[in-house]
């Protein structure tokens, strides 16, 4: 048994504990104190670490805006998945089931409809990046959303978000439009161009790769190939190793990659060439929508000559005609015959032109624009600035024409009146 406490020194010790107990709780308050600016400290470092990974900010670096949150946000979830199914399922006998990278885009959400409307599924891909205002790409969704097509945003280097999609879904076929378009927006931010057009496609081809079954995949290149080619209309067989422009080269080096693939995978793969495609719901970086803008505005346009005096030309190439070649590609296109990621046989691989063959200058496209909008533009007619641009395009399509009766029908008056009702 423990003797009794003297009180005196029991009010000691009482002392003593109530001294010792102020020391600590000053001890512990600075500790906590301490502890506290610790704390601040790091977050404020995590911070800047992270908005200087971030930097250039998101309007000059639009792809940075939510890289990778994806995987964290889908790929999970019954519900999620119900959708990625539902989205994707054929409702016609033999149907595709055809999964759109760029959905959200002008030629993607075109294409996406026009295969849900004869039965293929399809479900869309897309970043919503702000390269051009995403609310356009927004709405596109809306109006895609309302004919039961899903669009999961995601970035095309999310390789484990794309992996996912392909073990919920066997998609029969890839049309692959999601891409950092724009010729002259090259020289402002190179980089979106290498991670879209050249990191995006490699990790798509990747994932394709490996998938079972192995999809078909048609995607967009650029008549931008054809870069100095002096040699008209482009033939598919004209040179194309004279770039003028990174956009151009990226598109380039995407047909050299999609060869890679095809010939080490057996990836089957077809390579579409489009000719400055525009129409309804088209790119607001483009020359015939922002010169609509502008004359509407009463702001002037500059219109490009080169630097020999002449008229600067382009294949316009109306939505409609497009997406019929788009549609051609995808039917003609054999099914790849790897599986397990190796290669079993050769496999198909084609490259196509799909212009609108009558070349018109930037001149006569601002003529019929101001017929149609009943407005004068105020032109400033200047010499092309050195930003990659080419003087003239103008496509053979004969390839096109043969293999899946790819005949364009739409000329650009016609078009730009469909453009600006
Ligand atoms: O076929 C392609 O592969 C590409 O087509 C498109 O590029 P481009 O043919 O350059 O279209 P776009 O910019 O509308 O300029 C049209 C014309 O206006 C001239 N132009 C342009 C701007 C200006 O201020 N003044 C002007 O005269 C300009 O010199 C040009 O002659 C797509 O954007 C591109 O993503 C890619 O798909």
């Known amino acids: 048994m423990a003797p009794p406490l003297d009180t005196s020194k029991t009010s000691k010790l009482e002392r003593y504990n109530s001294y010792l107990r102020g020391v600590h709780s000053t001890k512990l308050l600075a500790a906590s104190s301490n502890l506290l600016f610790r704390a601040t400290?790091?977050?404020?470092?995590v911070l800047i670490f992270f908005f200087t990974l971030n930097y250039p900010p998101l309007s000059d670096n639009p792809h940075h805006h939510q890289k990778f949150l994806s995987s964290a946000f889908y790929g999970s979830g019954a519900s999620w998945e119900k959708q990625v199914r539902h989205s994707s399922t054929p409702r016609r006998p033999n149907g595709f089931s055809v999964l759109v990278t760029g959905a959200g885009g002008f030629v993607g959400s075109h294409c996406a409809l026009a295969l849900k409307k004869r039965g293929d599924g399809v479900l869309g891909l897309d970043n919503f990046n702000s390269y051009y205002d995403p609310s356009l790409k927004r709405a596109r969704q809306a109006l895609l959303s309302k004919h039961q097509i899903f669009i999961v945003e995601a970035d095309l280097n999310d390789g484990p978000l794309l992996s996912k999609l392909f073990d919920v879904v066997p998609f029969t076929h890839v049309l692959h439009l999601a891409a950092q378009a724009g010729v002259r927006y090259a020289m402002r931010n190179p980089q979106s161009y290498i991670s879209s057009n050249i990191a995006g496609l490699v990790n798509l081809l990747?994932?394709?790769?490996?998938?079972?079954?192995?999809?078909?995949?048609?995607?967009?290149?650029?008549?931008?190939?054809y870069g100095l080619n002096t040699q008209n209309p482009f033939s598919e067989l004209h040179r194309t190793d004279q770039p003028a422009s990174l956009y151009a080269a990226t598109k380039k080096a995407g047909e050299e990659?999609?060869?890679?693939?095809?010939?080490i995978y057996g990836l089957s793969i077809t390579g579409l060439r489009f000719f400055t495609v525009y129409g309804p719901w088209g790119r607001p970086d483009m020359a015939y929508f922002f010169f609509t803008k502008d004359i509407l505005q009463g702001k002037p346009i500059n219109i490009y000559k080169t630097h020999d005096e002449k008229d600067v030309a382009r294949d316009f190439t109306y939505i409609d005609d497009v997406v019929k070649g788009c549609l051609g590609a995808l039917d003609t296109s054999e099914k790849s015959t790897g599986s397990g990621g190796k290669k079993r046989a050769p496999a198909q691989l084609r490259i196509y032109n799909l212009g609108n063959t009558s070349p018109v200058s930037v001149a006569k496209l601002v003529a019929i624009l101001e017929g149609l909008l009943n407005v004068k533009a105020k032109k400033h007619v200047i010499k092309m600035p050195r930003n990659g641009d080419v003087p003239f395009t103008h496509a053979n399509v004969s390839l096109a024409y043969e293999d899946f009766g790819y005949k364009p029908t739409t000329d650009l008056a016609t078009g730009l009146r469909k453009f600006v009702k």
């Open 257 to 263: 990659i999609a060869h890679t693939y095809n010939h």
């Open 206 to 225: 990747e994932i394709a790769k490996s998938a079972q079954p192995q999809p078909a995949i048609v995607w967009a290149s650029s008549s931008s190939v």
């Open 41 to 45: 400290l790091l977050i404020a470092l």
